[in-house]
């Protein structure tokens, strides 16, 4: 069979197993779409049936969750945690609380995982998990209950060595916190390194809160590089307002002399000419967890507009930081046709497949969210080595280190693209360079 037949066989064949799940269905072809030259060059890895393999999970686990609200109602919800492989190290990967989860939406977080952790090449394996529970407008005793129950089925799965969660989009240090108390309880072993994003005075790291933003940036910073380029005066766009995207501006604008002009949220798009005002963002978002809308209340040349697109707005570069397929095909046309000239994914998968390929046509340097936004990760695997060794190290260390690792990630995909002929496509690269390591473990190790 040739390998175009072989890889779309191998995508039907996804499909057919996985109803009904096509964000999963979009990160397999993503991936799978990149390996023709792989498998080309090691039959080893068809005949091992290696991309197979790595799109059945090594494990899926799913559990009823069930809570009663301050009111005494009770309420039940569905817990997930898919151990995708373990074959690089423990499975790895942060929980999403969020009313949008099921099944597909996990099952493509930590495929991606697995390939993001690989490139990272820190010796962790990919996992996922989270649960349809929305935390918002819930009080702290709720949450603390949802957290017990989740954790009174998931502590059997886990553990520093096993399977090591962290946090994502709804889940951040208190959830954590509230997670890591019942796994200690149940299990009585006090073991920091099964949870990262914990808080920093009882075994978190520093920079894990702003891990994903400046990673995102420095790996941006990169990409810029190699086109004797760099954030200096140019006019970037960042969605969402969350941890990613107000650490991605603030690296930009403080370190990297950038100009972040507009960011959103799910209500509308905020846009300041000027450039955004980090402390009014900082106090609006993350202390009070309050909408954008109130920016333009004291910044009176900024513009609010509710359910706008940020997309439209020109800009040199564009860092989509909220969710999955934010950016679709037209907003890709809209960017390109605007002189956008580079586009790093600080969100898993925002850009829909034919807003990728749009940008990889018109030769925008297009960087996947499994190398630009890795740094969370990168961070989290910091915290481990810090757990390990019963260390703490200074935000000036950590932040240091990574930047090294995203230096290493950016040159990874960078040389991967270029062996595989496609020099400068960092889609490939990333693809190429996750999937290859994780290939010639699975050979090492056996049928598994
Ligand atoms: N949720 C983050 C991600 O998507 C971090 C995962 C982790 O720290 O394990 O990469």
Redesign the pocket.
Known sequence: MDTKTNIENICEGVVARNAGEPEFHQAVREVVGSLAPVLEKHPEFVEAKIVERLCEPDRQIMFRVPWQDDEGEVHVNRGFRIEFSNALGPY???LRFHSSVYLGIVKF?GFE?VF?NSIMDLGIGGGKGGSDFNPKGRSDTEVMRFCQSFMTELYRHIGENTDVP???AGVGPREIGYMFGQYKRITNKYETGTF??KEVNWGGSPVRFEA?GYGCAYFMQEVLGTLDDSFEDKTCLVSGSGNVAIYAIEKIQEEFGGKVVACSDSGGVVYDENGLDLETLKHIKLEEGSRISEYADTHEHARYEDGGNIWEIPCDVALPCATQNELEEDDAEKLIKNGCTAVGEGA?MPCTPEAVHAFVDAGVSYAPGKAA??G??AV?ALEMQQNAGRQSWSFEYTDDQLKEIMKNIHERCREAAEEYGTPGNYLNGANIAGFTKVAHALIAQGLT
Do not use: C, I, R
């Open positions: 790895k990967g942060g977080l995982q993001k962290a946090g994502d990262t994003g994903t898993n936004n890795a969370g990760v989290s």
